[in-house]
């Protein structure tokens, strides 16, 4: 057996995958109903550019309005939590940073207003805490509406289709009547109905 038998035609092993051609998927497919990476970074995106407008406009709650949205909107469409989470966390540091450092390039006094809360607050006057301090605000008000968003939405019911058996109706009704409303749950005790 020579090395010539051990290759295919194209010179590489059998066993050894050829690249794929130009403008194919080179990893596995990605399930349906899952965002790409285009929509997470424009979600993150248009929340970190919410989140700034509205704090600048003093709309402190905007990182958990934006993740209480995020989640609902991703419970429905099916989006895994940590992508929401992830998402939602960005866009709120990301969101509330970009208007601190628009306020501090406008010649609004940051710093001085953070190193006296930070003072006041009992922690070293340094204003990196202060600001380290808001931005774990942000991130904790991300998270809370995040939950809560998924919480409150109901999970979707799966779609599952089935064939009729004989005894059933093309609907999945069985044919029968329903049973009468007068019957007692089975589930409760007797005299609980």
């Known amino acids: 057996m020579t090395a010539t038998d051990l290759t295919s035609p194209s010179g590489n092993p059998p066993d050894a995958k050829t690249p794929p051609a130009a403008g194919e998927p080179t990893g596995p497919p990605r399930p349906e109903g899952r965002p790409g ?21 003093g709309a402190w709650f905007m990182p958990f309005v934006f993740a209480l949205v995020l989640g609902v909107l991703g419970r429905i469409s099916g989006a895994r939590r940590r992508l929401r989470v992830t998402a939602a966390a960005l866009a709120a540091v990301l969101g509330w940073g970009l208007a601190l450092v628009w306020l501090f390039l406008g010649d609004a006094p940051v710093g001085a207003v953070a190193v006296t809360t930070a003072a006041l607050a009992g922690l070293p006057p340094l204003a990196a805490v202060t600001v380290a301090a808001t931005l774990l605000v942000a991130l ?54």
């Open 37 to 57: 990476a285009a929509l997470i970074g424009a979600t993150v995106g248009a929340g970190v550019l919410l989140v700034a407008a509205g704090t600048l406009i």
């Open 140 to 193: 904790v008000q991300s998270l809370v509406g995040v939950w809560l968003g998924r919480t409150l939405t109901p999970t979707p019911k799966a779609r599952t289709t089935r064939p009729a058996t004989p005894d059933e109706e093309p609907d999945g009704s069985s044919g029968a009547s329903p049973a009468p409303a007068d019957d007692m749950d089975p589930r409760l005790p007797e005299g609980d109905a």
